[in-house]
């Protein structure tokens, strides 16, 4: 089983950027697609970027031109590259593996992935 760790999170002024961090332990990034979701309080965790194992992507609208997602094989590192940040970005974000290839749906559901980091907080003011 993989364990993921988030890193990166912090405090930034709107239109700044964040890069976020995701670690992967017990296997490989490769070996997983992945996914970067968020959670504003008291909201359901909404899907920001999915990467697949063939590098096939999915996000959001609200990512359009301003996020990109990436990984680092030798890091075993995935990461979320976060500019022009707005308020409406403040949230818990957090990093998800294990996706349900066989369930229906987009793969920007949070119920198609069971395996998750504890989240960093982003806090655009």
């Known amino acids: 089983d993989v364990q993921l760790v988030e890193s990166g999170g912090g405090s930034v002024q709107a239109g700044g950027s964040l890069k976020l961090s995701c670690t992967a332990s017990?296997?490989?990034?490769?070996?997983?697609?992945m996914a970067w979701f968020r959670q504003e309080p008291g909201a359901d965790r909404e899907g920001v970027y999915a990467l697949a194992t063939d590098d096939t992507l999915m996000y959001a609208p609200f990512v359009k031109g301003r996020f990109t997602i990436s990984k680092d094989v030798a890091k075993n590192t995935l990461y979320l590259q976060m500019n022009g940040l707005k308020r409406g970005d403040t949230a818990v974000y957090y990093c998800a593996a294990g996706f349900r290839y066989t369930a229906s749906g987009s793969a920007l559901d949070a119920r198609r992935w069971n395996i998750w980091g504890q989240g960093t907080q982003v806090t655009v003011s």
């Open positions: 017990g296997d490989t990034v490769n070996t997983y697609s």
